[in-house]
């Protein structure tokens, strides 16, 4: 994967570095340039993937994305010589019937992210993103993965399935036979009407993993739910509930909100927790949220040329997972 990534990046790079803030749409083999991010979504071929530089990317409402693509910017933490700021698109994404599979990564979006508006849309992924919540639409919509985030606001499924799995979240309503595993819920009413639709017992939401600040106004039926800390309450939850003595503010290094100078790594004396709960567990959380890129982490320019003409230029490039 990241050899790929690396010879699009160089197949990119001549056609861009003299045109910063350009948008990149790749297809195939086939590199266009366009200069807004609607635009680029119009333009697209299906099954594209449009790199976003660093920079600001305002998106109408009146845009909906109907055909799959995948969206990738620099992240949403500034970082290497090759980052102008980070990558913000402002305005909802919106995902409607024919997007299926598609994706967005690295993108700080000051609004949502849209599912099924229209029609049913399938295997929807946000990864690395900081964003405002995901809002679900259509109870029928499958497979829809949150990871890796920073959601800011209450996430709404709808009754449909999905994976919500190693954020740092205010709180999410009503995923219901899937998977809400190893997040940190920073709000009193983290989570509630989970679980109430279902066909068959046995998808019934998972529930493990997570640290909840108070889980308020829960609502789980007949979930599976393990290993759950519920910090600043009292009682059990589930089977086999965390142990703490601590409270919320008491368990993480700085546990700031929902932002990427928070910091919920637990603190030494809680360390033990670390396989068993909170984001960390696993796969875990990606701390720099690198999206698949280049990142140009070290270069050399020579003041003047050689012998030969040539203008001995080294570039120390990597990319994320």
């Not at 946000?126 to 499958?142: D, E, F, G, H």
């Not at 809400?180 to 109430?196: K, P």
């Amino acid at each position: 994967m990241k050899k790929l990534i690396l010879s699009l990046f160089v197949a990119i790079m001549a056609t861009v570095v003299v045109q910063a803030q350009q948008i990149a749409v790749v297809s195939g083999s086939s590199t266009s340039i366009y200069r807004s991010l609607e635009t680029a979504i119009s333009k697209a071929p299906a099954n594209s993937v449009i790199y976003l530089p660093g920079g600001g990317f305002p998106i109408s409402d009146e845009v909906k994305i109907t055909k799959p693509l995948t969206i990738i910017g620099i992240g949403h933490k500034v970082r290497g010589d090759n980052a102008d700021g980070y990558t913000t698109i402002t305005g909802n994404l919106q995902f409607d019937e024919g997007s299926s599979q598609s994706a967005v990564l690295g993108c700080y979006i000051t609004g949502n992210v849209i599912i099924g508006g229209t029609g049913v849309v399938n295997d929807i992924t946000v990864r690395y993103c900081n964003l405002n919540s995901v809002q679900v639409k259509n109870a029928n919509c499958l497979e829809t993965v949150v990871n890796q985030c920073y959601v800011r606001g209450t996430s709404d499924f709808n009754g449909a399935n999905g994976y919500f799995t190693h954020n740092i979240a205010y709180s999410i309503y009503n995923l219901d036979n899937g998977y809400i595993e190893y997040n940190i819920f920073t709000t009193d009413s983290s989570i509630f009407g989970t679980g109430n639709v279902l066909p068959y017992p046995s998808q019934s939401t998972s529930i493990i993993g997570n640290v909840f600040h108070n889980y308020g106004n829960k609502y789980t039926s007949q979930c599976l739910t393990s290993d759950n800390l519920l910090a600043d309450t009292t009682g059990n939850w589930g089977e086999g509930p965390v142990d703490c003595s601590a409270n919320y503010s008491q368990l993480f290094e700085n546990p700031a909100g929902i932002t990427p100078y928070a910091s919920y790594k637990f603190k030494e004396e809680y360390k033990n927790l670390t396989n068993r709960c909170g984001i960390y567990v696993g796969n875990g959380f990606s701390d720099d949220q690198l999206p698949p890129v280049p990142y140009i982490t070290d270069h050399r320019i020579p003041e003047q040329t050689d012998a030969n003409g040539m203008l001995n230029i080294k570039v120390r490039v990597i990319a994320g997972e």
